[in-house]
């Protein structure tokens, strides 16, 4: 039974050394070659190029009224930029709503924080995800 063992260590020692052998040895003729296609370069320039016209990064904001009253929120808009002057604020249309989304914010960590701080004015508003305008950010 010893035996048994004692051959099993011997084997697992004897691989242990190859495999460290093994990874000391180093080739110093070896080179990598890297081939590209041409058009690989005209896609990345184009992508920059799309980049700077988008101007706007995936992002959150919060929605403090959604309804189908267009005075309402218009009224809501002008009175959140009253009370946060810092704040952006945004009126959207998508049929047949209106939705009031203010900020821009890059985390929907800072997003929360936020929403807690208006919570008590704004009793129904919540976190969405949206594209944010990179112009906005500070």
């Given at each position: 039974m010893k035996d048994k063992y004692f051959l099993n260590f011997l084997i697992f020692c004897f691989l242990i050394s190859n495999s460290s052998f093994a990874q000391t040895k180093?080739?110093?003729?070896?080179a990598i070659i890297?081939?590209?296609d041409q058009r690989l370069d005209e896609l990345v320039q184009k992508q920059k190029e799309i980049n700077m016209q988008k101007q706007s990064i995936?992002?959150?904001r919060i929605q403090v009224y959604f309804?189908?009253?267009r005075q309402k929120a218009n009224d809501l808009?002008?009175?959140f930029v009253v009370k946060h002057p810092d704040m952006s604020a945004y009126v959207?249309?998508?049929q047949p709503n209106f939705k009031v989304r203010v900020g821009d914010f890059r985390t929907r960590l800072e997003a929360g924080r936020f929403l807690k701080q208006i919570?008590?004015?704004?009793t129904s508003s919540f976190i969405v995800p949206e594209e944010i305008s990179?112009?906005?950010l500070k």
């Open positions: 180093a080739d110093t003729d070896s890297i081939t590209k995936p992002g959150y309804g189908g009253d808009k002008q009175e959207t249309y998508q919570g008590g004015e704004y990179i112009k906005q």
